[in-house]
C-alpha cells in the first residue's frame, strides 16, 4: 500500500497549485532589475492593506521582527511588561524580550484556547500601570475576544498588537482580524494560510504613525537616505518574496473558504468519537490554519496516526513558562497546560480534499473503538 504522505502543511503544495503564476511573478522580477523596497513589495503593501479594508502595511524580514518593530513603534521599551499567552510560538515572546520588555503570561479561555479577557484584567490589576502592550495570539485562526480584550486593555491604558501569523483573513464580529487592535503582526512563513517562498513578515496599522514609526525601523531609522533618525535596523521583505505573495493573496480567500470545508467535514466525521473538537465562539469566523482536537491519549493517536501516514503536529506541546527561556515560577495557567498536553493539530490545508479528510477521520475512529 502507497498511499500519500498527509502533512498538517504543504507549501510544496501551495507552490504547485500556482505554479505558473508564482514563477510568471519571479521572472518578472528578475528581469525588472529591482531585487529590494522596490514595486513589488510597493504593490503588495497596498493590495494587503486593501484586503483589510484601508490602513497601512508595511513588510519586515518576518513575524518576529514584525511583533517586535510593532511593540517598539507603540511604545514598549526596555523594563515594561507585555502581557501575552503561553500557548504560542516561541517567537511571540521573543519579540518581547529582544525590546528588553518581559512577558507575562495569561490565561486562555477552556474552550477556544485563546487569550481570556477576564483572567488578562485581572493581569492588568496585579501589575497596574506596569503592563504596556497586550499581545492576543489568534491561535490556529480562532480570534481572540476582540472587543472585550480591547475594552479591557484600553480600561488599564494598554494597546493591543493581535499576532495574526495564523489568522490570515480570520473575521471576528464582521470585522477582519487585525483590524480590531492598535496593530497587527503577520508572519508569512511558508506554512502560513498566507505564505511566501521563504520567510516575511508584515505589520498592519490603521494609524499613520505607528506605520510610519515601523517603515522608520525597518531599514536603519532613515527618513532620509543615509541619515538615520532613530536607531533602526534591516528587516526588510525583497521584492521577489513580495511577488509571490503577491500570487499567493490573490488565492488566500479560496484557499481559506477550502480550509473552512475541510473542517467542516472533519467536525462532521469526528461528533461521534470521544475526542474534543475544535470550538467556535459566536460571531466568529476562523481561518482555519490549524483543525486542532484534544485528548488525554494525545500521544498515542499522534503514534497511531503516523504509522498510518498522517503526520499531524503539536502547537503547543510546552507552554512558554515552562520553557528554559521564558521560565515563569509565578505563572499559575493550569489550562494552558491541560491544552498543551492535549491538543493535536490534524492535516488541513488547501492542498486536500474530502478523501483526504474521510481517510483521517477513519483512522481516528478505528482507534478510539480499538
Ligand atoms: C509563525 C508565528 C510567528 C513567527 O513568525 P516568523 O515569521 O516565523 O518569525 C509568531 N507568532 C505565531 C503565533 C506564529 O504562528
Redesign the pocket.
Given at each position: 500500500m502507497s498511499e500519500k504522505i498527509l502533512l498538517t502543511a504543504d507549501p510544496k503544495a501551495g507552490y504547485t497549485a500556482h505554479a505558473a503564476e508564482i514563477r510568471a511573478a519571479i521572472e518578472r522580477v528578475l528581469e525588472g532589475g529591482h531585487y529590494i523596497l522596490g514595486p513589488e513589495v510597493a504593490a503588495f503593501e497596498r493590495e494587503f492593506a486593501d484586503y483589510h479594508g484601508g490602513g497601512e502595511v508595511v513588510t519586515v524580514a518576518?513575524?518576529?521582527?514584525a511583533?517586535e518593530l510593532a511593540l517598539g513603534a507603540l511604545g514598549v521599551r526596555a523594563g515594561d511588561l507585555v502581557a501575552t499567552v503561553a500557548n504560542?510560538?516561541s517567537?511571540?515572546a521573543a519579540a518581547i524580550q529582544q525590546l528588553g520588555a518581559r512577558p507575562v503570561f495569561v490565561e486562555i479561555d477552556a474552550a477556544t484556547m485563546v487569550m481570556s479577557a477576564a483572567d488578562l484584567d485581572k493581569v492588568l490589576v496585579r501589575h497596574a500601570g506596569k503592563v504596556k502592550a497586550v499581545v492576543p495570539?489568534h491561535?490556529y485562526g480562532h480570534p481572540a475576544d476582540m472587543p472585550a480584550i480591547l475594552t479591557t486593555a484600553r480600561r488599564h491604558g494598554a494597546k493591543v498588537l493581535e499576532?495574526c501569523?495564523?489568522s490570515h483573513g480570520a473575521v471576528v464580529a464582521g470585522r477582519k482580524a487585525g483590524t480590531w487592535g492598535d496593530a497587527a503582526a503577520y508572519?508569512?512563513?511558508p506554512t502560513?494560510n498566507l505564505g511566501a517562498l521563504g520567510?516575511g513578515?508584515a505589520v498592519y496599522s490603521a494609524e499613520a504613525a505607528v506605520a510610519a514609526q515601523v517603515r522608520l525601523l525597518r531599514q536603519y531609522g532613515w527618513r532620509t537616505r543615509y541619515v538615520s533618525d532613530v536607531p533602526g535596523r534591516n528587516s526588510r521583505l525583497d521584492e521577489l518574496q513580495a511577488a509571490v505573495l503577491r500570487v499567493n493573496l490573490r488565492h488566500l480567500e479560496a484557499g481559506n473558504a477550502k480550509r473552512r470545508m475541510l473542517a467542516a467535514r472533519y467536525l462532521h466525521g469526528l461528533g461521534s468519537t470521544r475526542l474534543m473538537l475544535p470550538q467556535t465562539a459566536a460571531d466568529v469566523t476562523p481561518a482555519w490554519h490549524q483543525f486542532t482536537v484534544r485528548t488525554p491519549r494525545r500521544d498515542a493517536l499522534l503514534a497511531h496516526l503516523a504509522e498510518r501516514g498522517i503526520r499531524c503536529g503539536v502547537l503547543y506541546p510546552v507552554p512558554l513558562h515552562r520553557q528554559p527561556a521564558y521560565a515563569d515560577a509565578n505563572a499559575v495557567l493550569p489550562v494552558t497546560e491541560q491544552a498543551c498536553a492535549e491538543v493535536l493539530c490534524l492535516p488541513v490545508h488547501p492542498g486536500l480534499d474530502s478523501a483526504d479528510v474521510d481517510r483521517v477521520t477513519g483512522e481516528i475512529i478505528r482507534w478510539s473503538t480499538a
Open positions: 518576518n513575524g518576529t521582527d511583533l504560542t510560538v517567537a511571540t495570539v491561535l499576532d501569523a495564523q508572519s508569512f512563513y502560513k520567510d513578515g
